[in-house]
């Protein structure tokens, strides 16, 4: 009997230790620093000229993928009797696809935007904010949200 209590106490001491170094690991692991803004891979945070160039490349790629699936949603929506109930899914999905890509299209060029300006305030260029396309106001997409609505 005694040494069944000393062998359960021993696998009760190995779960305590193995529990300790789960939650030490934990620990570290939330505490370490993290980069608050995750840059491409091979470009470094101050190279804003290529930051750009990978924004303007990403850019490109969304733009061709987006009317690729605009091109899919145009057939869906033109011949709906070919896809049968699949394809009132797949237009759907189409549809959300269009969203998608339009949205991360233009957080693709609010980033561009954003290090292309950077990167004339580096080379100590005055910022022309036309060229640098920083006077649209990407806040609403309905003019009459931002009008005073007869009060």
Known sequence: MTLLIY??????EKALKVFS???????????????SVAAPVGISNNDHDALVKYYEDIGRET???????????????????????QGLEAQSHAKANVREYEKTLREI???????????????????????????????????????????
């Open 7 to 12: 062998d359960s106490k021993k696998l009760i």
């Open 21 to 35: 170094l789960f939650l030490t690991i934990s620990v570290l692991s939330a505490c370490a620093q993290m980069s």
């Open 63 to 85: 733009k061709a993928r987006l009317r690729e699936n605009k091109k899919v949603l145009k057939e869906y929506e033109a011949h709906p009797y070919y896809f049968g109930r």
């Open 109 to 151: 060029q609010i980033h561009a935007d954003f290090h292309r300006k950077m990167a004339l305030e580096q080379k100590g260029k005055v910022i022309n904010k036309a060229k640098a396309n920083q006077d649209r106001d990407l806040t609403s997409k309905s003019p009459e949200s931002s009008v005073n609505k007869g009060l």
